[in-house]
């Protein structure tokens, strides 16, 4: 496994932190990893140790105002500037690999910026991975404040405390001007899941306190994608990859994934 640190520079200017990691074998795909709120890709080591090894490489970067990026901590302008940073950062990884597939994998919040993405690229993807997101069923009620993210991500005591001593995640209250930023494109998740028609598979735990069980059942449900696949793990919490069965979470992901390739 090859395994290289990089940046570019994203709208204003912004330096963005990204990583890729190369199987020495034939490529069989790219997995784009669009991490969460709050933390950083350095986070996807059981995701990486996984399918790199199975000839996947894994590229991905820090968002703006997330672990080793530019930008002030957890703060955006716009929800949107996510999306400009992906687009480049996109670009960069289709010169490097110009023939190769490429996958894009959301998790949490970037869930939500690869849903808010993927519409506009559908012709540039060759699928959609979404893990721990998904949209708020129309009648529910906004989603109440988190205040320990720590013990939303894993029953596994290690990986939580490990989040909470991580010194690349953030872990103080959201800046007030970042909820006005992410207000507008909150409503406009349901109509654009709606557009999405790549291959899509959507993961979640059952037993994640942010709701991620229904917000991805009602994913699937407005998605028009003639191919989804929803995929929900009995007791899991948020992110599913660090949780002790993440085994069986990589081999239906694997499963889906060649298949596709």
Request: aromatic fraction near 8%.
């Given at each position: 496994?090859?395994?290289?640190?990089r940046?570019?520079?994203?709208?204003?200017?912004?330096?963005?932190h990204t990583q890729?990691?190369?199987?020495t074998?034939?490529l069989?795909?790219?997995l784009?990893?669009?991490?969460?709120?709050?933390e950083h890709?350095?986070?996807y080591?059981?995701l990486?140790?996984?399918?790199?090894?199975r000839?996947y490489?894994?590229?991905?970067?820090d968002h703006?105002?997330?672990?080793?990026?530019?930008?002030?901590r957890?703060h955006i302008?716009s929800?949107?500037?996510?999306?400009?940073d992906?687009?480049t950062y996109?670009?960069?990884v289709?010169?490097?690999?110009?023939?190769?597939?490429?996958?894009l994998?959301?998790?949490?919040?970037g869930?939500?910026?690869?849903?808010?993405?993927?519409?506009a690229?559908?012709h540039e993807?060759d699928?959609?991975?979404?893990s721990?997101g998904?949209?708020?069923?129309?009648d529910?009620?906004?989603p109440?404040?988190?205040?320990d993210?720590?013990a939303?991500?894993?029953?596994?005591p290690?990986v939580?405390?490990a989040?909470?001593?991580?010194?690349?995640?953030?872990?103080?209250p959201p800046?007030?001007?970042?909820?006005e930023?992410?207000k507008?494109?909150?409503a406009q998740?349901?109509?654009l899941?709606r557009q999405?028609?790549l291959?899509?598979i959507i993961?979640?735990?059952?037993?994640?306190s942010?709701?991620?069980g229904?917000r991805?059942?009602?994913?699937?449900?407005?998605?028009?994608s003639?191919?989804k696949?929803?995929?929900?793990?009995?007791?899991?919490?948020?992110?599913?990859?660090n949780?002790?069965?993440?085994?069986?979470?990589f081999?239906d992901?694997?499963?889906?994934?060649?298949s596709r390739?």
């Amino acid at each position: 496994m090859k395994h290289l640190g990089r940046s570019f520079r994203g709208l204003g200017g912004l330096r963005i932190h990204t990583q890729c990691w190369l199987p020495t074998g034939p490529l069989r795909a790219v997995l784009l990893l669009v991490h969460g709120y709050a933390e950083h890709s350095g986070r996807y080591a059981n995701l990486v140790d996984y399918f790199v090894p199975r000839d996947y490489a894994i590229y991905a970067l820090d968002h703006r105002g997330h672990g080793r990026s530019e930008g002030e901590r957890v703060h955006i302008d716009s929800f949107g500037d996510y999306l400009a940073d992906l687009k480049t950062y996109f670009d960069l990884v289709r010169t490097e690999q110009p023939s190769a597939k490429i996958f894009l994998l959301g998790h949490s919040m970037g869930a939500m910026i690869a849903t808010a993405y993927a519409p506009a690229h559908q012709h540039e993807l060759d699928g959609l991975i979404i893990s721990g997101g998904g949209i708020a069923r129309e009648d529910a009620p906004p989603p109440a404040p988190v205040a320990d993210l720590a013990a939303t991500v894993s029953r596994d005591p290690a990986v939580v405390q490990a989040y909470r001593d991580d010194p690349l995640n953030y872990h103080g209250p959201p800046p007030p001007s970042r909820a006005e930023a992410m207000k507008g494109w909150r409503a406009q998740l349901r109509d654009l899941a709606r557009q999405i028609t790549l291959p899509i598979i959507i993961m979640a735990g059952s037993g994640s306190s942010l709701g991620d069980g229904p917000r991805s059942e009602a994913m699937y449900e407005v998605v028009t994608s003639p191919d989804k696949t929803l995929k929900l793990y009995d007791g899991l919490y948020h992110e599913i990859f660090n949780e002790p069965e993440r085994a069986l979470v990589f081999a239906d992901l694997e499963a889906w994934l060649d298949s596709r390739c």
